[in-house]
Every structure is written in structure tokens, then in C-alpha cells.
């Protein structure tokens, strides 16, 4: 068992690393107390990975890491969401990645005896990388496989990297998630069922994690425009059809993303590390008064749940 503590590798903390956020008070994540920060979503979200960028690096790392053991672990600055413990690196030596999964934003290897639970948070990124490869700022985690290393880098610190004994879906954060977008439970028929006698603005059920994970504020966006429903429009108020209508648009969304990824792939998780985004050219996030791609009419902007939403006045009803 080994716990590598570089000594002239990296300050014990990154110099160059951001400012945090404001923090807004206390939440409990598993067995750690950690301060909760919270970002300005918007300065962030655009960059940030969603759902399609988190499964393209479950899939870019899965054939470096499955089947393979960890020989140590390298923690820089365990100052993550939630801090990792001095622990985590006697816990993961020697345990084999017997598969590597996804649950919402989640990565997960599953070590037999328990997992690692990765967040990529506002600014993560994995990367499968020679032994030996200098670190840079930011690189806060490596996950040591012999020869080859798992990279976590996150300038901004809101991704974590959590053991969890048992199953993953066991942990607070995953327990009460819903389902997946890209999964057979969601369908027009199940948001038919989980918008009944519900006012809230679909779009902000869309977002809300509880009911599906993984739709983030500019898909929610992308697939209302692409369904012809207004973001404001009460979630309980929609048809069968339109629900029907709306569940393909996400699916279409996230997959059209995901093709994208896929063929950048090998470059970001080999090479430089640069998650980037996978966004497709957006037909109105973000593009506040400039003409719908489909019908001219400018594009509008409005506050929901403190978060920006964009949408034709006129192809969206
Ligand atoms: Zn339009």
C-alpha cells in the first residue's frame, strides 16, 4: 500500500485557482460535513460538463482502467466539494476496476468491495495519462494504475471524488435520483405521469433532478425548442401527446451531443484534457434577440428559478 505525498511536486493547494463562490451555508454529503458553494450559474454553465460530456468520458476512460488494479493514489489538494480523506488512497490500493458506470452526472468505478464516486462538478476533467506525466496546476487526483494514471483535474473545485462502501446508489447524493433520460424508463408516457397536478414551469421540471437527471439548463432549453413547447408552460397542463412529443426531443438532444463527443474522444481523454463541450450549435440558448434559426423572430429571454431561459416566441407554444 502506498500514499504518495509529492513534496515538490504541487503546493498543497493550486496558487492559481479562482477565487470560491459565496458560500451559502452547510450540507451533509455521506459522512462529511463540507461548506456548500455555490457558483453564479451562468458565469459557468456554458463551459460546464453536462450529461453527453460525462458519458463521453465514461467511455473514453472504461477501456484504460477496467479490469485493472490500483497501485496508489496521488491526492494534491484534497480541497475538493467535499474534502477526500487522508484514507482514500490505503482504501483504493490494490482494489480492481471491475466496471466502470454512469448514474446522472456520476462516474463510477465499481472496486468490488465498494466504488469511487467522481463528480466533474463545474470544471473537471478526466484523462488517462502515462505514469510519470508532470501535473499541472489544478490536477488535484491521480488514480495510479502501473503504467498508466487516471488524471482529476478541476480548477474551480466543485467536482468530488468520494468512496463509497457497497453499491454507489447507496450514498445520499445518488439514493433519491430520477431516472435516466437515455434510459427505458423515461418516455412521453412517464413525463405524462410526473407532470400531473404539478404548476411548476416545465422547464423547470425538466431540470429537476428528482424527476430526471442529467438535463441540464441548456438542454432543457434545446429540447423545448426542438418540441415546440414554451419553457413557462405548467408542467400539469400538457398533453399526453405533447409529454409524448417533449421525451424525444430530450432524447434526440442528449444523442445528438453524445455523436458529437464521440468523435473528439480519443483527443480529449489521451491528450490535453480539455473536456470542451459537445453543445451542438444552440437554436436558442443563448442567443438572446438574435433571429430563430428557424422563423427569424428574435429569440427571447427570461429568469427562471434564477437561472436564463431562451425561446421563440413563435415557434414555441
Ligand atoms: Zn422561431
Same mark, same amino acid.
Given at each position: 500500500?502506498?500514499?504518495?505525498?509529492?513534496?515538490?511536486?504541487?503546493?498543497?493547494? $493550486?496558487?492559481? $485557482?479562482? /477565487?470560491?463562490?459565496?458560500?451559502?451555508?452547510?450540507?451533509?454529503?455521506?459522512?462529511?460535513?463540507?461548506?456548500?458553494?455555490?457558483?453564479?450559474?451562468?458565469?459557468?454553465?456554458?463551459?460546464?460538463?453536462?450529461?453527453?460530456?460525462?458519458?463521453?468520458?465514461?467511455?473514453?476512460?472504461? /477501456?484504460?482502467?477496467?479490469?485493472?488494479?490500483?497501485?496508489? =493514489?496521488? =491526492?494534491?489538494?484534497? @480541497?475538493?466539494?467535499?474534502?477526500?480523506?487522508?484514507?482514500?488512497?490505503?482504501?483504493?490500493?490494490?482494489?480492481?476496476?471491475?466496471?466502470?458506470?454512469?448514474?446522472?452526472?456520476?462516474?463510477?468505478?465499481?472496486?468490488?468491495?465498494?466504488?469511487?464516486?467522481?463528480?466533474?462538478?463545474?470544471?473537471?476533467?478526466?484523462?488517462?495519462?502515462?505514469?510519470?506525466?508532470?501535473?499541472?496546476?489544478?490536477?488535484?487526483?491521480?488514480?495510479?494504475?502501473?503504467?498508466?494514471?487516471?488524471?482529476?483535474?478541476?480548477?474551480?473545485?466543485?467536482?468530488?471524488?468520494?468512496?463509497?462502501?457497497?453499491?454507489?446508489?447507496?450514498?445520499?447524493?445518488? !439514493?433519491?435520483?430520477?431516472?435516466? /433520460?437515455?434510459?427505458?424508463?423515461?418516455?412521453?408516457?412517464?413525463?405524462?405521469?410526473?407532470?400531473?397536478? !404539478?404548476?411548476?414551469?416545465?422547464?423547470?421540471?425538466?431540470?429537476?433532478?428528482?424527476?430526471? =437527471?442529467?438535463?441540464?439548463?441548456?438542454?432543457?432549453?434545446?429540447?423545448?425548442?426542438?418540441?415546440?413547447?414554451?419553457?413557462? #408552460?405548467?408542467?400539469? @397542463?400538457?398533453?399526453?401527446?405533447?409529454?409524448?412529443?417533449?421525451?424525444?426531443?430530450?432524447?434526440?438532444?442528449?444523442?445528438?451531443?453524445?455523436?458529437?463527443?464521440?468523435?473528439?474522444?480519443?483527443?480529449?481523454?489521451?491528450?490535453? &484534457?480539455?473536456? &470542451? $463541450?459537445?453543445?451542438?450549435? #444552440?437554436?436558442?440558448?443563448?442567443?438572446?434577440?438574435?433571429?430563430?434559426?428557424?422563423?427569424?423572430?428574435?429569440?427571447?429571454?427570461?429568469?427562471?428559478?434564477?437561472?436564463?431561459?431562451?425561446?421563440?416566441?413563435? $415557434?414555441?407554444?
Amino acid at each position: 500500500m502506498q500514499f504518495i505525498r509529492p513534496a515538490n511536486d504541487i503546493d498543497s493547494h $493550486c496558487p492559481t $485557482c479562482p /477565487p470560491t463562490s459565496r458560500r451559502i451555508g452547510t450540507a451533509r454529503a455521506g459522512v462529511h460535513f463540507a461548506t456548500f458553494i455555490v457558483a453564479d450559474p451562468q458565469e459557468t454553465e456554458k463551459a460546464m460538463p453536462e450529461l453527453p460530456e460525462v458519458e463521453i468520458t465514461r467511455r473514453g476512460i472504461e /477501456p484504460h482502467v477496467l479490469g485493472r488494479r490500483i497501485s496508489s =493514489v496521488v =491526492v494534491r489538494d484534497s @480541497r475538493l466539494r467535499w474534502p477526500i480523506p487522508d484514507s482514500l488512497a490505503r482504501t483504493l490500493t490494490s482494489l480492481k476496476v471491475e466496471a466502470v458506470r454512469r448514474r446522472a452526472k456520476y462516474l463510477i468505478l465499481e472496486l468490488g468491495k465498494g466504488c469511487l464516486i467522481i463528480h466533474l462538478g463545474m470544471s473537471g476533467s478526466l484523462r488517462v495519462l502515462n505514469t510519470g506525466e508532470r501535473a499541472l496546476p489544478h490536477d488535484h487526483v491521480d488514480i495510479v494504475f502501473g503504467d498508466a494514471l487516471l488524471r482529476f483535474r478541476d480548477p474551480r473545485r466543485f467536482g468530488c471524488v468520494i468512496w463509497q462502501a457497497g453499491k454507489a446508489e447507496q450514498h445520499p447524493l445518488l !439514493r433519491q435520483l430520477g431516472v435516466e /433520460p437515455l434510459g427505458t424508463e423515461f418516455s412521453g408516457h412517464f413525463l405524462h405521469r410526473a407532470t400531473r397536478n !404539478r404548476k411548476v414551469a416545465i422547464k423547470q421540471l425538466l431540470m429537476n433532478q428528482l424527476v430526471v =437527471v442529467g438535463v441540464g439548463n441548456i438542454y432543457a432549453s434545446e429540447s423545448l425548442f426542438r418540441a415546440g413547447i414554451r419553457p413557462q #408552460t405548467r408542467a400539469g @397542463r400538457l398533453s399526453r401527446e405533447r409529454c409524448i412529443t417533449l421525451a424525444g426531443a430530450v432524447v434526440d438532444t442528449l444523442q445528438e451531443s453524445l455523436r458529437a463527443g464521440g468523435s473528439s474522444l480519443r483527443d480529449y481523454v489521451q491528450s490535453n &484534457g480539455e473536456l &470542451g $463541450c459537445f453543445q451542438l450549435q #444552440t437554436m436558442v440558448y443563448d442567443r438572446a434577440g438574435a433571429p430563430c434559426r428557424r422563423c427569424s423572430t428574435p429569440i427571447k429571454e427570461l429568469r427562471q428559478g434564477q437561472r436564463s431561459t431562451f425561446y421563440c416566441p413563435s $415557434c414555441q407554444k
